[in-house]
């Protein structure tokens, strides 16, 4: 009998032995005369258990290990690991784990489940049941459904994804384009790489739909270069959607023509704003555009095009699949869904958890999370990236939710927690912040481009004990300016963390180094 | 090195054709002339510049504009550092200090024996094991300052 085994091939996996990891188990199968299949899927999510090895029992259940590393690999197999035997790196199922049966796992349902290259295996987890429903509805209604969702771009800006869509629709043109943004280039995120990874087949599906809905025949993927894997996963789950028909001159017999292709980007944090990753597109400096016009009226090559994150693509499918009001039915206020959180930094249990809108950030640092990894309290917390503010301990019971940050002066963004313990120094974050955007300025606005630097010597002014009032002063201003005089969102969001920083840490900005 | 140029301009003109006709075509062709030999030379340039029918300027404005792209030749390898949040929030400042001692390079460098270029990235997407660091297409996560020593090791020796 064939024993199956499940290992991860997603990057933040491989970074933690994956690869060596699974040759060491074909050697010590070969050595035992064991015949054992591997089949590299996505990760759980659970990055501290990784590298996680899956063996199928007899059952046919799915037995956790982890974290499993090479050097492990020969007790293991001799305490019994093809026959799922006890063992102390022994987990059980996965779906009973607590960690990860208190999630809500619509868009990431599949992910680290099913081979993220194979249209078999995605089909028969309900892949493409979304677009067999969409090809069956006309434009509009595939539009209404999405927006009935109440499914808002889970890339940061929050806005409700059904209205670009519709704009797009009502546009009159022979050419349109559907762009995924997958410039994932925020800190402490990385939910978009482990979907590309993971499942694939779920971002083609989804921009599939998108296509089909308004009348766009050609897609883009951009996708940060820093994400090679990322990379060789889409181009072979395209390669493969394409052979099955589900991409190409006529989807799914349906007459309709949609196809795909994957750009990689070039090192450049401003592409995550849309209009900059259009200029990029087009083989330019990826420079903001001024707006009006949208790029639902005027976008790629001066046509309608639809752009959208990663996750927001990613979600169409289950909401076509089961309906808008499922999907809707999750969620507070007007957060619906789910949202797949990133738990990064400094935390024990690091990885990925994908919940309803309304789990606190005090739930995700501590039941998720399991505090600081250093063992030390966790002082401060950025949310949403390096435009995202710092939270201090006090801000811990916010809810998960637009309006409820947005009340705070913070951002949910791309969901992303960055955490902290008590020997961050928050005036060096802060000088971060603004060497972040001097670095990744596009250079075509003046409070970004000249503001960020002045920003970093008013702070470097700050931290030498040089008239600190004065120069805090100066940097408020500062940071007035760039908020209200920046072209896009990095200048103008760049006083978040710095501003957040001065307001909830100012012992930081006063004291003596 | 009359052969090596020789080399460059064929894969040059084999890239140039294989973009023909496409939408947007600068960024792929780039890339894929970084990809074959390295860098993009200003020789590069100005031929990718007359065969789209843009200005050199045109051209060197976008080279110059992405980090990613390099107008040198690097180092064997690339060792990417990435110094975003997540990785600081894990000492990661120590592993960078570590890379830029051990190669006696800063970010753009390249270490005197040629084998590693060193460049910082900001951020690799390992942020739940951070520090992270890239050498070429390798992860690697948890990078302690002793971790990164033994893996430049290892990849001396390869």
Redesign the interface.
């Known amino acids: 009998m064939t024993v199956r085994i499940y290992i991860s091939r997603d990057a933040a996996a491989q970074a933690l032995g994956a690869d060596e990891t699974t040759a060491a188990l074909q050697l010590a199968a070969a050595a035992k005369g064991a015949s054992v299949t591997v089949t590299r899927v996505g990760s759980r999510g659970m990055v501290w258990l990784e590298p996680l090895v899956e063996v199928e029992d007899a059952g046919g259940q799915r037995i956790a290990y982890g974290p499993v590393t090479a050097d492990d690999v020969p007790e293991l197999v001799r305490a019994g690991l093809f026959d799922a035997a006890p063992h102390p790196l022994r987990l059980g199922r996965v779906e009973e784990l607590p960690w990860f049966a208190k999630q809500e796992r619509l868009t990431f349902a599949r992910v680290g489940v099913i081979d993220p290259v194979s249209v078999d295996d995605y089909v028969a987890h309900g892949g493409y049941a979304g677009l067999q429903r969409a090809l069956r509805m006309t434009g509009a209604e595939i539009v209404h459904e999405v927006l009935e969702s109440g499914l808002r771009g889970r890339g940061g800006a929050a806005f409700p994804t059904g209205i670009k869509w519709r704009t797009v629709l009502e546009q009159q043109s022979p050419q349109k384009y559907v762009v995924c943004n997958a410039d994932e280039g925020d800190s402490g995120t990385f939910s978009d790489r482990m979907l590309m990874e993971g499942d694939p087949l779920c971002l083609v599906e989804g921009m599939t739909i998108a296509g089909i809905a308004v009348g766009a025949t050609k897609g883009y993927i951009y996708l940060r270069c820093e994400y090679p894997h990322a990379g060789h996963a889409l181009r072979e789950a395209i390669g493969a959607a394409r052979a099955r028909g589900y991409l190409g001159p006529d989807v799914c017999g349906s007459g309709k023509a949609f196809d795909l292709e994957v750009r990689m980007g070039a090192g450049a944090y401003i592409c995550g704003e849309e209009t900059a990753l259009l200029e990029s597109l087009e083989g330019k400096r990826a420079e903001v555009r001024y707006r009006p016009p949208l790029p639902a009226i005027k976008g790629l090559f001066g046509q309608p095009t639809i752009i959208n994150n990663v996750i927001s693509l990613g979600s169409v499918p289950v909401i076509l699949e089961r309906g808008a009001a499922h999907y809707r039915d999750f969620g507070m206020g007007r957060s619906r869904g789910t949202l797949p959180i990133q738990l990064a930094g400094n935390l024990k249990r690091g990885g990925l958890v994908e919940k309803a809108f309304g789990v606190t950030l005090r739930e995700l640092l501590y039941d998720f999370g399991g505090g600081s990894a250093s063992g030390r309290p966790i002082r401060a917390v950025q949310v949403g990236g390096p435009l995202g503010a710092y939270l201090p301990e006090s801000q811990f019971d916010t809810p998960l939710d637009y309006e409820a940050f947005t009340a705070i002066g913070a951002l949910v963004g791309h969901g992303g927690i960055v955490a902290f313990d008590d020997t961050v120094d928050m005036a060096r974050m802060a000088r971060y912040a603004m060497e972040f955007c001097a670095v990744e300025s596009c250079g075509k606005c003046t409070p970004c481009r000249i503001g960020s630097t002045r920003g970093v010597e008013v702070i470097d002014r700050i931290l030498q004990g040089i008239e600190q009032q004065g120069n805090l002063t100066q940097l408020e201003d500062l940071c007035e300016t760039m908020q209200h005089g920046s072209l896009c969102g990095l200048g103008g969001m760049t006083p978040f963390p710095v501003m957040s920083a001065i307001r909830h840490f100012p012992g930081d900005f006063s004291r003596d180094r | 090195m009359a052969a090596t140029e020789l080399d460059s301009d064929s894969t040059l003109e084999r890239i140039l054709a294989e973009h023909a006709g496409m939408?947007?075509?600068?960024?792929?062709i780039?890339?894929a002339v970084q990809d074959a030999v390295g860098h993009i030379s200003a020789a590069h340039v100005a031929r990718i510049a007359r065969a789209?029918n843009l200005s050199r300027a045109e051209v060197h404005?976008?080279v110059s504009?992405?980090?990613?792209?390099r107008q040198h030749e690097p180092g064997r390898h690339v060792v990417?550092v990435c110094r975003?949040?997540?990785?600081?929030?894990?000492r990661g400042e120590q592993t960078e200090l570590h890379a830029r001692r051990e190669l006696g390079v800063d970010y753009g460098g390249t270490s005197a024996d040629g084998l590693f270029t060193l460049e910082a990235?900001?951020?690799?997407?390992?942020?739940?094991?951070?520090p992270?660091v890239?050498i070429d297409?390798k992860?690697?996560?948890?990078v302690t300052p002793e971790r990164l020593a033994a893996i430049l090791a290892e990849w001396r020796n390869r």
Do not use: S
């Open positions: 939408e947007g075509p600068l960024l792929p780039l890339h789209l404005g976008v504009f992405y980090h990613y792209f990417h975003a949040e997540a990785c600081q929030a894990m990235a900001y951020c690799l997407g390992n942020c739940a094991a951070a992270t890239m297409e992860l690697y996560g948890r």
